[in-house]
Nanobody, 127 residues
């Protein structure tokens, strides 16, 4: 079993930056692909980005490409999401999720492909 805990959310002005962290328990986390999703009030959860188990593959949603950077430090069992040039439409609860397929480089946009989820961290971008 893997437990995920997100942190780093907060209130920021448009154009600002935040860095989210997703800390995991359990050694096997280092061999799982990890994705970030977000959910705005009244909207469905949407894919943001994902990273393969070793960081060799990364995939971004078009809406965040060139602004967000995902990375991971497997020695620390942590995945990061650096968010730059934030926009009001980036507001939402951000969740990290892990796909328990071992050593996969297949990155999924579909939330149903992920097996473990954190509780989420709120990001609010004011205009």
């Amino acid at each position: 079993q893997v437990q995920l805990v997100e942190s780093g959310g907060g209130l920021v002005q448009a154009g600002g930056s935040l860095r989210l962290s997703c800390a995991a328990s359990g050694r096997v986390f280092s061999i799982y692909a990890v994705g970030w999703f977000r959910q705005a009030p009244g909207k469905e959860r949407e894919f943001v980005t994902a990273i393969s188990w070793n960081g060799g593959r990364i995939y971004y949603a078009d809406s965040v490409k060139d602004r967000f950077i995902i990375s991971r430090d497997n020695a620390k069992n942590t995945v990061y999401l650096e968010m730059n040039n934030l926009k009001p439409e980036d507001t939402g609860v951000y969740y990290c999720a892990a796909d328990r397929t071992y050593f996969t480089s297949n990155l999924h946009e579909n939330a149903h492909e992920y097996d473990y989820w954190g509780q989420g961290t709120q990001v609010t971008v004011s205009s």
